[in-house]
């Protein structure tokens, strides 16, 4: 193995040092696809279950679960406490879910931090899990108001009234949109103004996309994506999923044929350089390192420093990493040189390209960020060079998990010392973690 190239821990003094012991994650697979028919729930009991088999760890050793999820299932609003009942943890286990766009499980990870840096917890499991092939379509808020209504309606008259009412637009339903709830504009939209903003062009697009992939595919071929575990599927007696459906290689030539999804029909964002809706879910292990060593776990990595940021969700909603990693890096007391593996989650590629040309800028980082000079940008060979949202799935709320543990293995695999993990979600905000040292130092 290459020898680690500093020595400097990052541990902080009177602060536990907090352990990433393992990671999983079921296949992330294109919504509509083998999950189409589960709930959420069976989704993320599955990664818990995945987690549990992998790791050995006595379920009644674990303090506390937390799941990130975006679009709820009204019927399971707290996805972590159904999950881990059916995983077969004890009904005295706390959990609660949390959401933070695409950045759930990033805040699900931050959240059990907190829980063991406060004494509160040894042992915490988060997660995320989505379910884009089923989400919640509710009926207008008008027909919402008459059923209600209804319900409560005593005599046959007052129910015969009530009905007489109804109009045909009623009947139109509400459909989640993945937008801005202040501005109304998709992710989409942002995505295509922001690569206009920092001329990226079209073919740069695709060719990111190309190489997010071509990458992937590498990695899935070599044996290299070792979070992912099997699943079976309830109720389908074939249906064993092993590996991510997204993963298709293309040409540049069949991707230029492909139309602009949002701003038509200029825009330079397509089907084939966004992410694409995904069901999937993932979990980790965290402990103390003391509590870790103790139960003879040899952990993955050190988790050090994270910071959150927020950024005006109209003009700035894709941009957080760029304002994030100058502060984790200050943070952490490291510079860009001193990183070895990136994980940024692709949610785009002009977003991708975007945030690169932003981080690269010294005119933008004195005029938007108060700053005398650039952070810089990542070397493309040190950056998500497993493949990435694009080309492996976007589950919004699993994803920042797949983010931590690929950084853990690129850090195991390429003999590095420090990872730095970002990932950019709706509202402006961002989750930025650093100092995700190789365990042992």
Not at 136 to 149: A, E, G, V
Not at 195 to 213: G, I, M, N
Request: with cysteine.
């Amino acid at each position: 193995a290459v020898q680690p190239k500093s020595k400097k821990t990052l541990a902080k003094s009177g602060v536990k040092n907090i352990v990433v012991v393992e990671g999983v994650r079921i296949p992330f697979l294109q919504s509509g696809t083998s999950y189409a028919d589960l709930m959420p729930h069976d989704l993320a009991r599955a990664a818990l279950q995945g987690l549990l088999n992998r790791t050995s760890v006595p379920r009644d050793v674990v303090d506390y679960i937390v799941y990130g999820t975006v679009i709820q299932e009204v019927k399971t609003s707290n996805v972590a406490r159904e999950a881990a009942l059916g995983a077969g943890f004890s009904d005295k286990t706390p959990a609660h879910t949390v959401t933070m766009a695409c950045i759930s499980s990033n805040q699900a990870m931050t959240t059990g931090v907190g829980m063991i840096a406060a004494g509160q917890c040894d042992v915490v499991v988060a997660g995320g899990v989505e379910l884009m092939s089923d989400v919640p379509i509710r009926h207008s808020r008008k027909m919402r108001k008459t059923m209600l209504t209804l319900n409560r309606a005593k005599t046959l008259g007052q129910k015969l009234s009530l009905i007489s009412k109804i109009r045909p637009d009623y009947f139109a339903p509400e459909l989640p949109a993945v937008a801005e709830f202040s501005t109304s504009e998709t992710m989409g939209h942002s995505a295509d103004r922001l690569a206009a903003a920092f001329a990226v062009s079209r073919l740069e697009q695709d060719e990111y996309a190309l190489r997010s992939h071509t990458l992937a595919k590498k990695a899935q071929d070599g044996g290299l994506l070792l979070d992912v575990v099997p699943f079976k599927v309830p109720g389908k007696s074939r249906d064993t999923v092993t590996k991510d459906n997204g993963i298709r290689p293309s040409s540049m030539e069949q991707m230029g044929k492909l139309k602009p999804a949002f701003v038509k029909p200029y825009g330079t964002v397509t089907a084939a350089n966004s992410s694409f809706l995904t069901d999937g879910a993932s979990a980790v292990l965290l402990m103390s390192e003391e509590k870790a060593l103790a139960m003879g776990y040899k952990p993955k990595a050190y988790l050090r420093d994270f910071v959150y940021v927020s950024q005006d969700p109209k003009d700035q909603l894709l941009l957080g990493p760029t304002y994030a990693t100058p502060k984790v890096l200050e943070k952490a007391g490291l510079t860009m040189a001193d990183i070895d593996v990136f994980e940024f989650h692709e949610a785009f590629a002009g977003q991708i390209l975007a945030n690169l040309k932003a981080m690269d800028s010294d005119w933008f980082a004195q005029n938007y960020m108060g700053r005398k000079s650039k952070v810089g940008a990542p070397p493309l060979e040190k950056f998500n060079s497993w493949g990435g949202s694009l080309s492996l799935g976007h589950p919004f709320g699993a994803t920042g998990c797949r983010l931590v543990i690929t950084a853990a293995h690129r850090l195991k695999k390429e003999g590095g010392q420090y990872g730095l993990v970002a990932a950019c979600a709706a509202g402006g905000q961002v989750m930025m973690l650093c100092g995700l040292a190789l365990f042992p130092l």
